[in-house]
């Protein structure tokens, strides 16, 4: 078990090696970089906004529901909004959605590639797959999705206003007394490291579990259910480690 | 020209090239034949260096392919193209877009001399006018033709096709093989082809390779399979009642004449 992980891990890290490294043609792969960013950003605002607005909202609702009874002030809930969705729901849960989506597809992209011998088809061109295949897909990421993490955190809190205001719990100024009280701009340093670590993370191991790939359907499927499940832990795990290391 | 020594491949303890000998000639189309099983897959493979064989060598004109490194082996796999079993044409891209991938990635040529170009080789393989249909788009003969440009867009001194008619009805597939010759004799290229098609042995076989249960069993060319008394070729390719009273009639004519 220890040497498959080992052997799994030796693999991994050779792949990145092969996979940053100086391309053939910077054209070739600013066109794929972009084909990218369209895929992996515009296809996911929808998904990203509908988890945030959600997100924000439940995180107000319960919020309120909490305060009760106590002497806090109601503007905490704005608040408390802003810096649960800037620290930790923002770039986790999106991340961990698009672990889902994003990372999947990857896997199934690459898998079929390989499946379908793409990749042995550039691979005889002379082409250095791991780098033309890998490489953007990882690029567009880490532009992308540090982008849709921001966009996150804004509908996160639009959505606790929309689940508070309008509903009577407080009134506008106290949300937007709650918004800017106690800002601490580190926060936002910390869900850039996050969302840059979490899309590393979710990429390249999706593009491992695609990139080798052998068999057929149910390998393929195998393959794609790995990489959501191993991007997810692993994100879980770096989250852990990036907060005990920002907050200390 | 190609040459592989004394080759031998192992998954685990299943030995499936078991020490194989054997050159590959310029200007010829050299097949590679025998049983679903026989290892013709791998040895290919490992004759493009897809598969890194447990023991053996490999020469392109007298290159040692396994000794070189990463820079040395792009080098020599941009002299040679492929024709893959199921074509692996990019499904994202057009027809065009697929020949000119080879153009687009390792040549300097504008976007004009490389439309040229690709048109050039569509029109080589018989089918113009197909450059922005998707590989969806077309039948699964014009998918082996684009293959086939594709393979020889950037002119390869070597030229490997697997099974390149599987799945094409005869007629088709004769179109195919006499392609592959054509351009093979034209250009002087060292093609390589995977078969276990019995038209092609009879047809285009310039150099054939009979592989039986990992080993080279059998050498020679078209004209000698008709008189081979290799029981286990004979077995292979006249297979059938039909085949078989097809070979004796053939004989009993060559003898008459």
Known sequence: MNFNLLYHFGRYIMLLRQAFSRPENWSMYWKET????????????????????????????????????????????????????????????????????????????????????????????????????????????????????????????????????????????????????????????????????????????????????????IELGKASTNAVVFSNILILLADYLLAVLLTS | MIRAENIFKSFDDNEVLKGISMEFLPGKTNLIIGRSGAGKTVFLKILVGLIIPTSGKVYYDDIDFFSLNKKQIREIRMQV????????????????????????????????????????????????????????????????????????????????????????????????????QDITYEHNITTIINTHDMNSVMEIGDNIAFLHQGRLAWRGNKDQVLETENEELKSFIFASPFLQRLRTQALAAKSRS
Not at chain 1, 111 to 121: C, V
Not at chain 2, 136 to 144: C, F, R, V
């Open chain 2, 81 to 180: 193209g492929m024709l893959f079993q199921g074509s692996a044409l990019f499904d994202s891209m057009t027809v065009e877009e697929n020949i000119r991938f080879p153009l687009d990635m390792f040549s300097n040529m504008s976007l004009a001399e490389k439309r040229d170009r690709v048109n050039w080789c569509l029109e080589r393989v018989n089918l113009p006018g197909v450059n922005d249909k998707y590989p969806s788009e077309i039948s699964g003969g014009m998918q082996k033709r684009v293959g086939i440009a594709r393979a020889i867009v950037l002119s390869p001194k070597y030229l490997f096709c697997d099974e390149p008619n599987s799945g094409l009805d005869p007629r088709t597939a004769l179109l195919i093989d006499e392609l592959i």
């Open chain 1, 34 to 217: 972009l084909r990218q960013m369209n895929d992996i950003g515009i296809g996911s605002i929808v998904i990203v906004a509908l988890i945030s607005v959600f997100m924000g909202a439940v995180a107000a609702v319960q919020f309120a529901y909490q305060l009760d009874g106590t002497l806090v002030p109601r503007w905490y809930i704005g608040y408390i909004v802003r810096d649960l969705a800037i620290i930790e729901s923002a770039p986790t849960i999106t991340c961990l959605v698009l672990a889902g989506k994003v990372g999947s597809n990857m896997a199934a992209e690459l898998g079929g590639m390989r499946q379908k011998e793409h990749i042995d088809a550039m691979e005889i061109m002379g082409v250095n797959t791991a780098n033309y295949l890998i490489t953007p897909k990882v690029v567009a990421a880490l532009v992308v999705i540090p982008l849709l993490v921001t966009l996150s955190a804004y509908i996160a809190i639009g959505g606790g206003y929309l689940a508070t205001v309008p509903t009577g719990q407080i009134t506008a100024e106290e949300y937007a007394r709650g918004l800017r009280a106690f800002f601490i701009e580190f926060n936002v340093t910390m869900m850039y490291v996050k969302a840059f670590v979490f899309a590393f993370i979710l990429t390249t191991v999706s593009c491992f579990q695609g990139y080798y790939v052998q068999g057929g359907s």
